[in-house]
């Protein structure tokens, strides 16, 4: 990691309570959970709190990928990257030839990069910044026969948390069908982050031509942190 990295203006790293703001002081207190090596100088935007994997599920979920991936598939595109919390996992399971890591804000896209620094995997993962829709048309085509996709999308905010039952259909700014379809027509080997309360009706729908697909929660102290849904032919569970 280089010491006189310099951060733009919207990005921090927090010392102190007094420097965060109120609306993601909760997120800060959890800072070791979401990044082991946050005193190493990781670095977030503040909305970027809000996406990111914690650690113990991102190594979880890589661990999975690991175990249960389909023959012949070495590239993985986390196609939702954020501040890295799951690309970087990706990288250190040594599972993959390459991680190619897509992220659409520049300085979220910086803060994922001078994280993969801390935790010593820079040089295992390709970033792209851009919409990750056109980039694996465009950029990535040539790669689909050797990848799985990763997507942690957007939620549509902390919000979601107060739906007994998420809706998926409205899912902002992204619907399942939406990723469903975009993704399947690049590989048939997905595996989608949603939230633990996501309504698993509308995820058997998308199962194609009525096939087993797996379904997982993720917890940490035994609580669900959140499920993925796993597309094609990976060996989980």
């Given at each position: ?96 030839k ?41 950029q ?9 996709i ?12 107060s ?22 027509a ?8 949603l ?39 990976f060996?989980?569970?």
């Open positions: 990691m280089a010491d006189d990295e310099e951060a733009p203006p919207e990005v921090h790293h927090y010392n102190d309570i007094h420097e965060v703001p109120w609306d993601i002081q909760n997120y800060w207190a959890q800072r070791y959970r979401i990044f082991s090596k946050y005193d190493d100088g990781v670095w977030l935007t503040d909305d970027a709190w809000f996406g990111v994997t914690p650690e113990p599920v991102a190594n979880q979920i890589a661990a999975h990928l690991v175990e249960g991936a389909p023959t012949g598939r070495s590239i993985l595109i986390d196609v939702f990257a954020g501040a890295g919390g799951n690309t970087i996992a990706f990288a250190k399971s040594g599972k993959w390459r991680v190619y890591a897509i992220e659409k804000n520049p300085a979220v896209l910086q803060c994922a990069k001078h994280n993969a620094r801390i935790y010593g995997v820079e040089n295992k993962i390709t970033w792209f910044e851009g919409d990750c829709f056109e980039i694996l048309k465009n990535l085509k040539d790669l689909a026969p050797y990848s799985v990763f997507a942690s999308p957007p939620w549509g905010g902390p919000g979601y948390r739906d007994t039952v998420f809706n998926l259909r409205t899912m902002e700014p992204y619907s399942l069908q939406k990723l469903y379809d975009e993704y399947s690049f590989t048939k080997h997905v595996v989608l982050y939230p633990r309360t996501s309504d698993v009706k509308q995820l058997a729908k998308t199962a194609p031509d009525n096939r087993k697909t797996t379904v997982m929660h993720y917890c940490m102290e035994g609580a669900s942190k959140a499920l993925c849904i796993f597309y094609g032919d060996n989980v569970g």
